[in-house]
Each structure stands twice: as C-alpha cells, then as structure tokens.
C-alpha cells in the first residue's frame, strides 16, 4: 500500500491551514511554520513511495524538517509496509526528545505527541487524537524552554505552539486515512 | 557587496562543479549528487572505517577540500550556511558505509547536531554501522565544566587528520571512536574577529563591529564569545589569547603544542605567519615547544576578518598521525619539524 493519499490529504489541510500556522507561529517564533511544514509536503507528494518522509526533511530543511520528518517516517511506514504504529510513533518521540533536548511541558510538538503515543492502542487512534488535542490546548499555559520561542516574551505564554497543532493534524489525517482505506475494502 | 555568482539557488552546486572538476581526489556521490566522495586509492569500506561530515556550505575549503587519502571518504554539502538535511547525510552515509562501520563526525552547533544524529538514526534503522562523534573545542562557547556544551570551530581539523591517518591505517571503528574522544579531550581553540563577512545569499555583512574593536571568541557565523576588546599590537592580542587556551586546559613546562592558525577568510597570510610567530613565542614563555604548525585559511566565512588559534597536546600516536601524509585538494602537508626558536 501506498502512503500517497495520506501525504495529499495532508498537504491539502497545511495549505488550508498555512496562514493560520505562520500566525500562530509569529507569536513564539520566526513565523513560517506553516510554510515550511507545507514545502515539504508538497515534495513528499511529489516523490516516489518510501521517499516521501525524506524528501518532507530534505524540503522542509533546518532542524524542524528533521524533527517533523522523523514522525512522518514512522507513519510512512505504517502506511506502506503495515509496520506497528504504536511502536514506531512511540520510537519517533523519543528520539525527538533526545534530538531536540525537549520534554513533556517545555511548549513544543512534544507536548501533543508524547500523550498520543500514551494513549494509543493498536487499532484505535482516536484515543491518541484526543490526547494530543488536550496536550496541544496545554501548550497554551506553557513557557518554552527550547527553540526559538524561549526567547520571546515570557516564553510565549498565552500562546499555542505552532508544532504541537501540526502533530494533531497529522493525527486525524492518519486516522481518515486508514478509515478510508476500510471503507475502500468493505 | 560585489560576489561573483550566477544565481542563488545554483552558486552551491556550481561550485560543486569546479570542485570535482579540478580535482583528481574527488567525485560526486552516485546516489546524490550534495555528496563529495573519495576518488582515489579507495580502499574497500568492508575493510577500512569510513569517515564523513555534513556542513553548510560557504565555509570552503572546509570540509570538501579535505576529501582523499588519509582524510575523509565523504563530506555532505548543505546549501549555503545550512546545515545539510538528516536524509541528505543519510545518502552520504549509505554512499561510503561497509562491514568496517562508518563515524559521522558532526562539528556541534544545533543544527548541524540534531540533523546529523538523526540521519545516523535512520541510518542505523536501515542496518549500518554508523556512529556519531560530535566535535567541539571553542573554549568560549562554554566553561570547562560545560565543555560538552561547546561549538566546533577549526581545531577539529586536528580531529579530521588524526582518525583519518588512523583509519587509513586499519584501525577498528571502535578505536577509532575513542581516539577521536581522546584528541578532543585535548584541543582548545580560540578565535578573533576583525570584521563580518558578507552573506552571499543577502550581499549584507553578517555583523557589525566598530573600526577600532576586535570580537574574542566569536563563531563562524558571528555567534557572540567572549566579549569585544580594543584594537592593539598584535603581540598582546596572541599572548592574551594563549593565556585563556592555557588556562583552560593546561600544557605542562617542558611540554609540547601542535598548533593550528586558521584564518577565516579575509586575513592575510602575511598576518597569519604574524600571529604563528607571536604563538610561538608565547608558548616558548612557559617552556612550551610549539611543533607542527598548520597555517593558512582552511575555516572560512566567505571574507570575514579574523583568525583562530588552536592548541592541541598530541600523544605521541596523535603526532604521528597529524604528521602523516594525505592526497586531498585542501589539506596542508605538516612537518614535524622543530625549529630552535632564534631561526
């Protein structure tokens, strides 16, 4: 199976969302999140199957690209092999983590993953969605410690991170996509 | 600022071009062409460690220029002070790995680190051996209690030159590895900014600094060190530079120092051999021999004023290896050579 459908759903949501992305990103950050999630994915469109999550890292660029690019390897996989999701999105954390010296409440994507890969089960993202969506919402409260927002006023508290929203959008493209995938076989 | 381009978005691989061109050591990768690989007396990666690096470009001849025997297998070339994307070291590291196991070195600045160690991740998921070494030594990015927190700045090319000789030797990848942790324990460097190079991507100097001022312990790319100090002979300026190297990791009297002069673009030679001979003397002072000198622009910000000065107390196995030969475009032929301080 191909994960093409997904990276097309995807990039048609960071294209709906792009400006709302560089707003929000304006507030703790260099304000191009959403344009820079949305020039890798068009190239992860573009590219040929199980290249897609390295031509997002290699298009996106900077050390995001990567970060995000790690989390879209283990969908990719997921999507084109069957691989366990639980697992890999569980691997893809950590090692954000240790790459980017985050943890859970320093305000960043991490924040809306680490939640997810707590609360999913095998078959069931929902559980994960949810999860992610309040960890998203908590970010809010948060005072960076990392990245570029820690050197913005209080840290940027009182707004939501840019990076913890894109996780929740990879999230429920990935659950549509799989439910259509079981609607296309039954 | 007049630079002499064509065009933003080719003037990385249009050097690239001339590169390989002029060059008998070097190729291009065959799997991505961002790779600069070995091209001559290539010994089987199934029975000599590979050694690579990626770094943004705009920094030549550092890291390409020191592609061949003796040196690295392969450099990975981002886009012009950018570090290269965690996909693109991938291909380097695919394109020189073998049985004998490859070392990534990464010269540490955050990008460089997160982009690098994530490729050696992936990497590693795809059944290579491969690890990572970060570099580090610039004594004013962090205090000796915080080395690990340190950037990279040129005295890793001691690094480059001593793991290559070694590599080229037949040394395993986990001796390697330690070697390579060894010599870092052991080299500090320092550096001195005039004046700011000019971004080629913006035609806009990268800092600015008042005509009478120097920067100590600026990075490449302009990141702030130590602090301004005012212009003065340059005599003063090496000995207080020496002091702080000296302070930080201590060579003991009667010891010895290989010792590399970098400079970064818009220094002259004839500077640079100014700034060796003050080095010397001031090492002479607390009974110090400095041996094995590297001298030239190697680390560059395209015309930035400056240069850095790094120290290195070699092991004898480190000596030889800094010593040994290497066939690369770029890098220097050292001599061990000791002059008595008069000549």
Redesign the interface.
């Known amino acids: 199976m191909s994960a093409e459908p997904f990276f097309i759903s995807l990039q048609q949501k960071f294209t709906a969302q792009m400006v709302h992305l560089n707003t929000l990103d304006a507030a703790v950050g260099d304000g191009d999140h959403g344009s820079t999630m949305l020039r890798g994915l068009s190239k992860a469109v573009a590219a040929g199957d199980t290249r897609r999550a ?2 997002f ?2 298009a996106s ?3 995001s ?3 995000f ?2 989390l879209l ?1 283990e969908i990719e996989r997921h999507l084109d092999t069957g691989a366990a999701l639980d697992s890999g999105l569980s691997a893809a954390c950590t ?1 954000i983590c ?3 010296e985050v943890k859970v409440g320093d305000k960043s994507m991490v924040d809306a993953l680490a939640p997810a890969v707590e609360a999913l089960t095998a078959d069931n993202l929902s559980a994960a969605i949810s999860a992610a969506a309040a960890g998203r919402d908590s970010t809010r409260a948060l005072v960076a410690r990392r990245g570029r927002s820690q050197y913005v006023e209080d840290g940027g508290k009182g707004h939501i991170d840019p990076g913890a929203v894109s996780v929740v959008i990879f999230l429920e493209t990935l659950a549509e996509t799989i439910a259509s995938r079981a609607e296309a076989r039954s | 600022m007049k630079k002499l381009f064509n065009t933003a978005e080719t003037m990385v691989d249009d050097m690239l071009d001339g590169f390989v061109s002029a060059y008998p050591q070097v190729k291009r990768g065959v799997n991505d062409s961002r790779v600069i690989v070995r091209d001559s007396n290539v010994k089987s990666a199934d029975d000599k460690v590979t050694l690579l690096i990626g770094n943004g470009s705009g920094h030549e001849p550092i890291a390409m220029g020191f592609v061949g025997q003796g040196i690295l297998d392969a450099n990975v070339v981002g ?1 012009v002070f ?2 290269p ?4 070291i ?1 291909d380097g590291i695919a394109e020189v790995s073998g049985a004998a196991g490859s070392i990534l070195l990464i010269s540490q600045h ?2 460089d ?3 690098g ?2 490729a050696v ?2 990497a590693q998921d795809e059944g290579i051996n491969v690890i990572a070494l970060p570099m580090y030594d610039d004594i004013s990015a962090a205090p000796p209690e915080r080395k690990k927190d340190r950037r990279g700045a040129a005295g890793t090319m001691f690094i480059y030159k001593i793991l290559g000789a070694a590599a080229e030797q037949g040394r395993s990848q986990s001796e390697l590895f330690a070697l390579g942790e060894s010599a870092r324990d052991r080299i500090v460097t320092l550096a001195a900014a005039v004046s700011p190079g000019v971004s080629p991507l913006t035609g806009l100097p990268m800092f600015t600094l008042p005509d009478d001022e120097i920067f100590l312990g600026m990075g490449v790319h302009g990141e702030p060190g130590v602090g301004r100090v005012k212009v003065g002979p340059v005599s003063e300026l090496v000995a207080e530079m020496i002091d702080k190297l000296l302070a930080d990791r201590p060579i003991a009297s009667g010891g010895r120092a290989c010792v590399i002069i970098n400079g970064m673009g818009g220094t002259t030679m004839m500077e640079l051999l100014t700034i060796w001979t003050e080095t010397r003397a001031r090492l002479a002072k607390d009974c110090i021999r400095a041996i094995a000198p590297m001298i030239g622009s190697f680390v560059t910000t395209q015309e930035m004023g400056g240069f850095s000065i790094s120290l290195i107390d070699p092991t004898d196995d480190m000596l030889a290896l800094w010593c040994a030969p290497s066939d690369t475009p770029s890098f220097p032929k050292i001599t061990q050579l000791e002059k008595a301080l008069s000549s």
């Not at chain 2, 994307?85 to 693109?88: E, N």
């Open positions: 390295k031509a890292m290699r660029g900077g050390a690209g990567t970060l690019g790690l390897i090692r240790d790459l980017g | 886009d950018a570090a994307s965690a996909d693109l991938l955050s990008g680190m997160i982009n160690r994530g991740m992936m």
